[in-house]
């Protein structure tokens, strides 16, 4: 092809990527150009994919919570935008949140749990919410370079996570950009920038803002690690802290606002527990016990902590975590006489041991309260073994 006949399409394609987008709602009639209804079509594919992936929460206490926060965040002028703005949970230890396009927002059960009130939730949401008010997945793609080799780092770096690092790739080429790769440092400044404003007009106070990537920054340096998504690389939060820092010392310094504290942890606290028994699932023991034990200082009795908390020592076997292990399972039953996990688990304890009768006793009482376990046949064949003995 002639450069002449190249030239008029390279010099349109370039006029597209640098024209500034209005953000909807904004004296725009929502109506969307035609590259933008055909990736609003694509987003819908890629939601009913992820919808249908068995990696939603389904909680709906705490999503309607989530609701109430962001719902509180959305300008008025938005409200009769063609955003559909809904935030869904997603069954995932690991660090990330993200908005498609059409204003749904994924939200990671890992950082939610890693979050200390309410105010760094709306920081985070209404981060989110502007790439989906200001249209920044549409201007990302219409400037794309972005290559298949980008991708296969990511694959490289999702190994270590097992199932959950591999969920990046199931996403579809806007979720890819949403979750993973992040916007141009630019879109993020301004997410950061109009998300805050957004917090803030909602009476939440910004201190919390850099706080929460602070919080989440440190948690990877301990660690010595980096997370496969957008939010659990420490480039990308360092640039979130220093961003926010710079915006309370121009814009809000001095400024308070609610923190939520309590709200938060009360409605959340059956998340972080679920979050915990995922840490726990891929062997991040340290992380499973931080958390558990978070919960049980807003909630001394909460039985699952407990039995997830002695399934941390169990696992884990380091020094003294053994004789930490029945005693906690004894305070899961004390807590809820009728939770029957923790039968199962100090019955095994007592075969282990060789503790024939006080084993069957356990067992026999896991079976009276879940008579439709799952392992019934398993159990069952435990106490016809335990009984020849």
Not at 18 to 38: F, I, M, N, T, Y
Not at 138 to 162: D, K, N, Y
Not at 170 to 190: C, D, K, Q
Request: glycine share 6%; proline share 5%.
């Amino acid at each position: 092809m002639r450069l002449s006949n190249v030239l008029p399409l390279l010099i349109f394609l370039w006029l597209i990527s640098c024209a500034s987008v209005e953000p909807l709602g904004k004296g725009q009639s929502g109506q969307l150009e035609d590259d933008e209804q055909r990736l609003w079509k694509t987003v819908l594919e890629e939601e009913k994919r992820l919808d249908r992936s068995g990696a939603i929460y389904d909680a709906p206490v705490i999503t309607a919570y989530l609701k109430e926060v962001i719902q509180k965040l959305v300008p008025e002028a938005m409200k009769s935008s063609p955003l559909t703005i809904q935030v869904k949970i997603v069954k995932n230890p690991l660090l990330n949140a993200f908005a498609f396009p059409n204003g749904i927002i994924y939200v990671h059960t890992g950082i939610l749990a890693r979050m200390e009130n309410e105010a760094q939730l709306a920081t985070l949401l209404g981060h989110e919410l502007t790439h989906a008010t200001h249209r920044h997945t549409i201007q990302e793609l219409r400037g794309s370079r972005r290559s298949s080799a980008a991708l296969a780092t990511l694959q490289m770096v999702a190994l270590p996570f097992g199932v959950f690092g591999a969920a990046v790739t199931a996403l579809g080429a806007v979720g890819y950009v949403a979750a993973v790769t992040g916007y141009s440092r630019g879109r993020e400044a301004e997410a950061d920038q109009e998300g805050l404003a957004l917090m803030v007009a909602a009476g939440y106070s910004p201190q919390e803002a850099p706080k929460l990537f602070e919080h989440l920054k440190r948690d990877l340096e301990e660690r010595k690690v980096n997370e496969p998504f957008f939010f659990g690389t420490h480039p990308r939060l360092t640039e979130r802290v220093e961003s926010y820092s710079e915006l309370l010392a121009e814009r809000y310094a001095g400024r308070t606002g609610e923190l939520g504290e309590e709200r938060y942890q009360a409605r959340m606290l059956p998340l972080f527990v679920e979050n915990a028994r995922t840490d726990l699932a891929i062997g991040r023991f340290g992380l499973a016990q931080q958390t558990l034990e978070r919960v049980l200082r807003w909630k001394a009795t909460d039985a699952r902590a407990l039995y997830y908390l002695g399934e941390v020592f169990r696992q884990r076997d380091e020094p003294g975590d053994r004789d930490r292990v029945e005693p906690t399972y004894r305070k899961a039953i004390e807590a809820d006489a009728t939770y029957a996990d923790p039968h199962r688990a100090i019955g095994t304890l007592y075969v282990k041991r060789g503790q024939t009768r006080e084993a069957g006793a356990e067992l026999q009482r896991y079976l009276e309260l879940a008579p439709q376990a799952p392992d019934r046949a398993h159990v069952e064949q435990q106490l016809k073994d335990l009984a020849r003995q």
